[in-house]
């Protein structure tokens, strides 16, 4: 469930991730992924904006299966008794088969009241529902916490409050916890529904309209421990507050900046995000005292999770941190996508989290770091056919790569040769320099990188088919095209290859690389003489396609696109060429 469990920790029993191995996966849908995952069996539930639930194999990503609901899915689900619960935008919550999808029970609560200054933003997330002791307790726009039969979906009580309630229950000691819109925290009995105390922030007596934003609103859902709950407010102040009588331990001020992130909590520390400060800290939880304070590249409005020795939170950048949970030093950092507004989960050393892309990232750990870089060299401008190379460049510059010339090119590409370090590169330009590519096959960096389980990604015409002129960026005549030099180069046969555009449509196998929908290409080969096809034009040829040269799972030569960039734009089309690039899947199951 949200959280980890029903206290709410936001503790996950997995070892660390302490550095980037790669994408284990990535899966596309249809809308924004602010939902959070929750992972049961091997199998990981998850909603999106596009209003389907998706069960996905946790290990490859796999679709298990998907139920459409009504609405945008912004809340995350529970797993319980064989059963998968999740609320929809419409304030519908549903229950279905964790085996099958099959819709069980619907319950469709109130409509949404009113917000008391009628322009508070940020109204992204629904509450989750908490699975505890046989009940299932969430919240509704309508105002009211809720307290349901997961069998049935019979209403066992309801309480109102007085505002939205977005925040999600946590539950610990027979006791129900919550945030409403009204800026109230409550504490209700688990059984009866029956309020045992409130607490009002200092948010309650705020008026948003006096300040031109939300100053009320509870957002964040609470944490359960030591005796405490702590809870953040967009108030603009982190709360502990006494959990059986409901008075104020203590309160870290956030300077007005909303606290949306819901607190994580472990070993007497408590770690939460900010919005527009733009932070991650970590505080005593008895004190109140800041411990250490990590700044981000956006806001943070996503949960951390905690795992072993670290912490990881995502920000508004795309951005997931995975930090020293003693010292606050980031470890590494894999940004990706667009927003992260989902909250990380961890299980058997994979993060999975979703973002506003509308794509699910698995990212993996390793014992040894993953060597990223692009290449781009200013003298072979006039030779490039893929026109926005520089875009592309700069798009994975931002997020780590390493960018290289024709020399520092032939010296990466050297050095793995020799030590044969997990790696990959990006060429932005479709052409093969002369320091890694002479004209004997055989000898050619290139293809040695590769037969030394390197992995190269190539979004353009397939290398020395039809090089253009580095100085005048002319190209041979049509007669001069040679198929044979990428057959010599790759080993892939390309006689059936040719400039026309076709339309091509991702397979089963390219949305696990992180491809999706359909884009025009050319220079299609023929699937027998190549390990995967990634993609399928309109003449049954591979478009796009991986050649795996005897590395590791998620290497080889990799061919993207091709024609113009897929429905989206660029930008969508980058974010898949990046989760290609970081494609390392699991080693198969024996």
């Not at 932070?279 to 956006?298: I, M």
């Amino acid at each position: 469930m949200f959280r980890g469990d029903a206290a709410h920790s936001g503790v996950y029993s997995s070892a660390p991730l302490r550095r980037f191995g790669g994408l284990q996966w990535r899966v596309q849908t249809g809308g924004m992924v602010q939902s959070s995952a929750a992972l049961h069996d091997g199998t990981l539930y998850i909603g999106s904006g596009d209003g389907l639930l998706y069960a996905l194999d946790a290990r490859t990503g796999a679709h298990r299966w998907q139920f459409r609901t009504g609405r945008a899915i912004s809340s995350t689900p529970a797993v319980a008794d064989g059963l998968v619960f999740v609320g929809s935008r419409d304030n519908t919550f549903w229950a279905v088969d964790a085996r099958t999808g099959k819709e069980r029970w619907r319950l469709e609560t109130g409509r949404d009241i009113p917000f008391p200054w009628g322009f508070e933003s940020g109204d992204l997330y629904t509450s989750s529902p908490t699975w505890a002791g046989g009940t299932l307790y969430f919240g509704s726009g309508d105002g009211h916490v809720y307290a349901v039969d997961p069998r049935s979906g019979r209403t066992r009580w309801r309480f109102a409050t007085g505002g939205r309630v977005r925040a999600s229950p946590a539950v610990a000691t027979g006791r129900v916890y919550t945030g409403s819109a009204d800026g109230t925290l409550y504490a209700l009995d688990a059984k009866s529904g029956r309020e045992l105390w409130r607490f009002d922030t200092e948010g309650h007596t705020l008026e948003s309209g006096k300040f031109g934003f939300d100053r009320r609103t509870i957002q964040a859902s609470p944490a359960v421990a030591d005796g405490r709950v702590f809870i953040g407010s967009r108030d603009g102040f982190l709360y502990a507050v006494d959990a059986a009588t409901g008075k104020q331990a203590w309160r870290v001020d956030h300077q007005m900046s909303w606290v949306n992130t819901s607190p994580a909590f472990a070993d007497g520390v408590v770690y939460a995000g900010s919005s527009d400060e733009r932070f991650l800290q970590a505080v005593d939880a008895r004190t109140g005292r800041e411990l250490w304070r990590l700044a981000t590249q956006r806001p943070v409005w996503s949960s951390p999770a905690v795992a072993g020795d670290m912490v990881y939170v995502g920000d508004g950048s795309g951005t997931v941190y995975a930090v020293d949970r003693a010292s606050g030093r980031e470890r590494w950092r894999h940004q990706a996508g667009r927003r992260i507004f989902s909250s990380p989960v961890i299980a058997d050393g994979v993060l999975y989290v979703g973002n506003d892309d509308g794509g699910v990232y698995a990212i993996r750990g390793s014992n040894t770091p993953m060597l990223r870089a692009v290449f781009w060299d200013t003298t072979l401008v006039r030779a490039s056919r893929v026109v926005t190379h520089r875009e592309l460049r700069d798009y994975l510059a931002e997020r780590g790569y390493e960018v290289l010339d024709s020399r520092a090119l032939a010296r990466f590409l050297t050095a793995r040769v020799q030590d044969r370090l997990p790696s990959v590169v990006v060429f932005s330009m479709d052409h093969l320099p002369a320091t890694v590519a002479p004209m004997a096959a055989d000898t050619v960096l290139f293809r040695r990188y590769l037969d030394a389980g390197g992995k190269v990604v190539w979004p353009g015409i397939p290398p020395l088919i039809w090089p253009r002129d580095p100085a005048t960026g002319d190209s041979p005549e049509y007669i001069r095209i040679d198929r044979s030099g990428a057959a010599r180069l790759l080993g892939v046969d390309h006689a059936r290859s040719n400039f026309d555009n076709y339309g091509a449509v991702a397979t089963d196998a390219g949305l696990r690389w992180g491809l999706s929908g359909w884009w025009d290409s050319n220079w299609g080969v023929d699937p027998a003489g190549v390990t995967e096809t990634l993609a399928m034009d309109d003449n049954g040829l591979a478009s796009s396609w991986v050649r795996s040269y005897g590395g590791a799972p998620g290497t080889g030569f990799v061919r993207v696109y091709g024609g113009n960039w897929s429905a989206g734009g660029p930008t969508a089309s980058f974010a898949a060429v990046q989760a290609v690039a970081e494609y390392r899947p699991a080693t198969p199951a024996r």
